[in-house]
Nanobody, 108 residues
Framework: QVHVAESGGGLVQSGGSLRLSCATSGNIRKFNRIAWYRQATGKLRELVAGLSDGTPDYAESVKGRFTISWDYLQMNDLKPEDTAVYYC?????????WGPGTQVTVSS
């Protein structure tokens, strides 16, 4: 059983920054891909950023503001529309694992 846990969420003003971290039981680098998703109230969960084989991919809405690494999701110039629960997902060829999520709230 793989346990995933996000941390670093919170309340920030528009234009501010937050850094989210994802921890797993065991070595996180044993997975092929790490990705961050978010789900705002009343909306579907959406991909924010992912990292595979050293190549990052980003949703258009966060390009230039968010940076993903295996250690964190750096979020700069946050906007009220970034408000959501953020989820870390790690996966390999056989399984996919999710954390419970961390709330990010951006006030205007």
């Amino acid at each position: 059983q793989v346990h995933v846990a996000e941390s670093g969420g919170g309340l920030v003003q528009s234009g501010g920054s937050l850094r989210l971290s994802c921890a797993t039981s065991g070595n996180i680098r044993k997975f092929n891909r790490i990705a961050w998703y978010r789900q705002a109230t009343g909306k579907l969960r959406e991909l924010v950023a992912g990292l595979s084989d050293g190549t990052p991919d980003y949703a258009e809405s966060v390009k230039g503001r968010f940076t993903i690494s295996w250690d964190y999701l750096q979020m700069n110039d946050l906007k009220p529309e970034d408000t959501a629960v953020y989820y870390c997902n790690v996966r390999d060829d056989w399984s996919s694992h999710w954390g419970p999520g961390t709330q990010v709230t951006v006030s205007s």
